[in-house]
Nanobody
Framework: VQLQAFGGGLVQAGGSLRLLCAAS????????MGWFRQAPGKEREFVAA????????YYADSVKGRFTASRDNTRNTMYLQANSLKPEDTAVYYC????????????WGQGTQVTVSS
């Protein structure tokens, strides 16, 4: 599975961005997709995930209520709508996918930079 992320950019605090992740290759094997992020000098952290079948979503507490994950199975694309952005959301966001519920995320896309100015 290959992943390609789009949609990062510079936005003012309180603004919104929509990130996209397009999957290609063995997409029929995808169990779930998600997003991680890494800010400068910090460890990489989980942001959100969505099950490919059924659309159940999971969020980090830090983004719950502000970010929404969705997917379009027909386009093999996952979306992350990020609203009410804060400067602490500034990070490189990575799109991820896995084939199995009990595995770590095996597939990683290139990162996309999100910068939130105060």
């Amino acid at each position: 599975v290959q992943l390609q992320a789009f949609g990062g950019g510079l936005v003012q605090a309180g603004g919104s961005l929509r990130l996209l992740c397009a999957a290609s290759g063995r997409t029929a094997s995808i169990y779930s997709m998600g997003w991680f992020r890494q800010a400068p000098g910090k460890e990489r952290e989980f942001v959100a995930a969505i099950r490919w079948s059924g659309g159940i979503t999971y969020y980090a507490d830090s983004v719950k209520g502000r970010f929404t994950a969705s997917r379009d199975n027909t386009r093999n694309t996952m979306y992350l709508q990020a609203n009410s952005l804060k400067p602490e959301d500034t990070a490189v966001y990575y799109c991820v996918a896995k084939d199995d519920a009990f595995r770590n995320y095996d597939y990683w896309g290139q990162g996309t930079q999100v910068t939130v100015s105060s």
